[in-house]
C-alpha cells in the first residue's frame, strides 16, 4: 500500500526512505539514528564492533548496521534496499535505506514507493550535487509528501552556519520547482551524533529539530479514507455449501475511500451498476469498510464479476482508458523499446499491451528532457505511451499512489520491466525566481502546527 501512517498498538506508524549520493555518510547516519535511539539489539552490537575491531577499526563501524550485504561492506556503499523495522517510545517506523549510486537508481524507486517521508543525505563539503537532484526528482515523481535534508559532515566546514544556509537554500529552490510540498533541511555530523537524535552543542545557531525528533513529530497529511473508493476484486467467493448455498462474495483489500452497506456502486469494466448488499470481515458483517482493510463485499444483483474487476462509488467512477501515457523507471537489464509486448499490471487486473511511443527520457537534473530516446534501460526515468487489449480504470498518480500505478512486465517470463506512474510527471513547477522562504526556514527552525497546515 502506498505511503500513509496507520495506527499499530496505540503508536503511528511512518514509513519513510532513506537516500545519498556515495559517500555522503548516509549508511553512517542511519546506524548512528538506530544507536542513538537505542533500537540496536546489543547482539548485533558486539558483533559489529568485531568486525570493525578485525578490519583495524578503533571504534564500531555504524555504517555496518544498515550495510547487511558482504559486497556492501567491502565497498563501502549501499547497493540493495534494506528494510529495517524499529519502535521509539513516539512512533514505529519502517525504514527503507536505499542505495545512492545512479545504477541503483531503480532500488531507490523500490524503497520510496510506499514511502511517507524521504531522508535525503548531502555532504556538507559537496552540497547539492546531480545526485542529490535525482534523488529529489524521483521523490517527486512517487508524490512522497515530505522530504528532509540532512546535510552531513558538518564537522568536516567548521560547523558554519553560512555553508548549511547556503546548501538548504540551493535545494529548497530546486525542490519548489520539482512540486515537492515539504522540506526540512536539519545540519548533521553523523559520525558524532550532531543532530541525529541529539542537538548539536557545536552548532548552537540551529535551532531547530534533531532528525530523530523530526521523525517522530512531523504529522503525515496523507489520508487515504479521503479519496473515493477503489476496491480491486482479488477472488470470487462461493462457498456452494448447504449453510451458504446462494452466497457470492466479492473479496479484496479497499485500496483507499469508504465503503458503506448501501451504497450505490459500479463495476468496472463492465460499467454495470449494484448495490453493496452487505460487507464481511473476519470478525463478521460490519457496516463501513475503509482504506487498507481486507473484506468481502456483497453486491445486491446478480452480475458477473471476477478477479481484475474494480468496485467504485457510482458517483465518482474512474475513467477507462485504453492509452496509457505515464512516467516510468525501467528496473529491468533489457531496455524497454517501441513496439514491445508486455503485460499491463494494474492493481489485481492483468492486460496485454503494446508500448507505442517512448516521448522522452528525464535528465540527471530531474527537470530537463531528452527527447525521442526510442528506449529506456535499466534505471533510466522516462514518458511512455501505452496501448492495452483491454479498457483499464486507472486513476492519476497525483491523485492515488494506489490506483495510479502499474507495472509493465514480460509475457514470456514474468519479470518486471517497469514501474509506471500514470499521468502528469510532477506537480505544478514553481518559476525559478519564485519565493520559496516560507517552504523552508535556512536555519532548519522547527514549524508551528499552523505552518504545516
Given at each position: 500500500m502506498p505511503g500513509r501512517t496507520e495506527r499499530l498498538g496505540g503508536t503511528t506508524l511512518l514509513r519513510f526512505a532513506t537516500a545519498g549520493s556515495v559517500d555522503d555518510g548516509k549508511s553512517t547516519l542511519m546506524g548512528r539514528l538506530l544507536h542513538d535511539a537505542k533500537v540496536v539489539p546489543q547482539d548485533q552490537w558486539e558483533a559489529v564492533a568485531?568486525?570493525?575491531?578485525?578490519?583495524?577499526?578503533?571504534?564500531?563501524?555504524?555504517?555496518?548496521?544498515?550495510?547487511?550485504?558482504?559486497?556492501?561492506?567491502?565497498?563501502?556503499?549501499?547497493?540493495?534496499?534494506?528494510?529495517?523495522?524499529?519502535?521509539?517510545a513516539r512512533r514505529r517506523f519502517i525504514m527503507a535505506d536505499t542505495p545512492g549510486h545512479v545504477q541503483y537508481t531503480r532500488n531507490m524507486v523500490t524503497g520510496a514507493s510506499t514511502a511517507d517521508l524521504v531522508l535525503l543525505v548531502a555532504d556538507a563539503r559537496n552540497g547539492v550535487v546531480e545526485q542529490t537532484r535525482r534523488h529529489a526528482a524521483v521523490a517527486a515523481l512517487l508524490r512522497v509528501p515530505q522530504l528532509v535534508l540532512a546535510v552531513n559532515k558538518m564537522d568536516l566546514v567548521d560547523h558554519a552556519e553560512a555553508v548549511f544556509t547556503r546548501i538548504a537554500k540551493e535545494f529548497g529552490a530546486y525542490a519548489a520547482e520539482l512540486g515537492i510540498p515539504e522540506v526540512t533541511a536539519v545540519p548533521t555530523a553523523a559520525l558524532f551524533g550532531d543532530n541525529v537524535a541529539t542537538p548539536s552543542a557545536a552548532m548552537g545557531w540551529y535551532d531547530g529539530p534533531t532528525v530523530l525528533e523530526?521523525?517522530?513529530?512531523?504529522?503525515?497529511?496523507?489520508?487515504?479514507?479521503?479519496?473515493?473508493?477503489?476496491?480491486?476484486?482479488?477472488?470470487?467467493?462461493?462457498?456452494?455449501?448447504?449453510?451458504?448455498?446462494?452466497?457470492?462474495?466479492?473479496?479484496?483489500?479497499?485500496?483507499?475511500?469508504?465503503?458503506?452497506?448501501?451504497?450505490?456502486?459500479?463495476?468496472?469494466?463492465?460499467?454495470?451498476?449494484?448495490?453493496?448488499?452487505?460487507?464481511?470481515?473476519?470478525?463478521?458483517?460490519?457496516?463501513?469498510?475503509?482504506?487498507?482493510?481486507?473484506?468481502?463485499?456483497?453486491?445486491?444483483d446478480d452480475i458477473d464479476v471476477s478477479r481484475g474487476d474494480l468496485i467504485a462509488p457510482t458517483a465518482a467512477v474512474p475513467h477507462l482508458t485504453?492509452?496509457?501515457?505515464?512516467?516510468?523507471?525501467?528496473?529491468?537489464?533489457?531496455?524497454?523499446?517501441?513496439?514491445?509486448?508486455?503485460?499491463?499490471?494494474?492493481?489485481?487486473?492483468?492486460?496485454?499491451?503494446?508500448?507505442?511511443?517512448?516521448?522522452?527520457?528525464?535528465?540527471?537534473?530531474?527537470?530537463?528532457?531528452?527527447?525521442?530516446?526510442?528506449?529506456?534501460?535499466?534505471?533510466?526515468?522516462?514518458?511512455?505511451?501505452?496501448?492495452?487489449?483491454?479498457?483499464?480504470?486507472?486513476?492519476?498518480?497525483?491523485?492515488?499512489?494506489?490506483?495510479?500505478?502499474?507495472?509493465?512486465?514480460?509475457?514470456?517470463?514474468?519479470?518486471?520491466?517497469?514501474?509506471?506512474?500514470?499521468?502528469?510527471?510532477?506537480?505544478?513547477?514553481?518559476?525559478?525566481?519564485?519565493?520559496?522562504?516560507?517552504?523552508?526556514?535556512?536555519?532548519?527552525?522547527?514549524?508551528?502546527?499552523?505552518?504545516?497546515?
Open positions: 568485531r568486525s570493525s575491531a578485525d578490519r583495524g577499526q578503533t571504534s564500531p563501524d555504524l555504517a555496518s548496521l544498515t550495510d547487511g550485504l558482504r559486497a556492501e561492506r567491502e565497498q563501502g556503499i549501499t547497493i540493495d534496499v534494506a528494510y529495517r523495522y524499529f519502535t521509539t523530526h521523525l517522530e513529530t512531523t504529522p503525515v497529511g496523507d489520508d487515504p479514507t479521503a479519496r473515493p473508493a477503489r476496491f480491486p476484486v482479488q477472488y470470487v467467493i462461493r462457498p456452494r455449501s448447504a449453510e451458504h448455498a446462494d452466497y457470492r462474495g466479492y473479496a479484496g483489500r479497499l485500496a483507499c475511500g469508504v465503503l458503506r452497506v448501501g451504497e450505490p456502486v459500479t463495476v468496472l469494466p463492465s460499467g454495470r451498476p449494484s448495490v453493496i448488499a452487505g460487507i464481511d470481515s473476519l470478525r463478521g458483517p460490519v457496516d463501513t469498510a475503509r482504506a487498507s482493510q481486507s473484506v468481502t463485499l456483497r453486491l445486491a485504453r492509452d496509457v501515457t505515464a512516467t516510468v523507471c525501467h528496473v529491468a537489464d533489457r531496455p524497454l523499446m517501441i513496439g514491445a509486448r508486455v503485460l499491463l499490471r494494474h492493481t489485481t487486473r492483468t492486460v496485454t499491451a503494446v508500448v507505442r511511443d517512448i516521448p522522452s527520457r528525464l535528465a540527471l537534473d530531474g527537470l530537463s528532457e531528452h527527447p525521442r530516446p526510442g528506449r529506456l534501460v535499466a534505471n533510466d526515468i522516462g514518458r511512455v505511451v501505452v496501448r492495452t487489449a483491454e479498457p483499464l480504470a486507472l486513476d492519476a498518480y497525483a491523485d492515488s499512489r494506489s490506483t495510479g500505478s502499474f507495472l509493465l512486465v514480460d509475457p514470456a517470463d514474468g519479470a518486471t520491466l517497469t514501474a509506471g506512474m500514470a499521468g502528469e510527471a510532477f506537480t505544478r513547477r514553481r518559476a525559478p525566481d519564485a519565493p520559496t522562504a516560507e517552504r523552508r526556514r535556512p536555519t532548519g527552525s522547527a514549524r508551528t502546527g499552523e505552518e504545516q497546515c
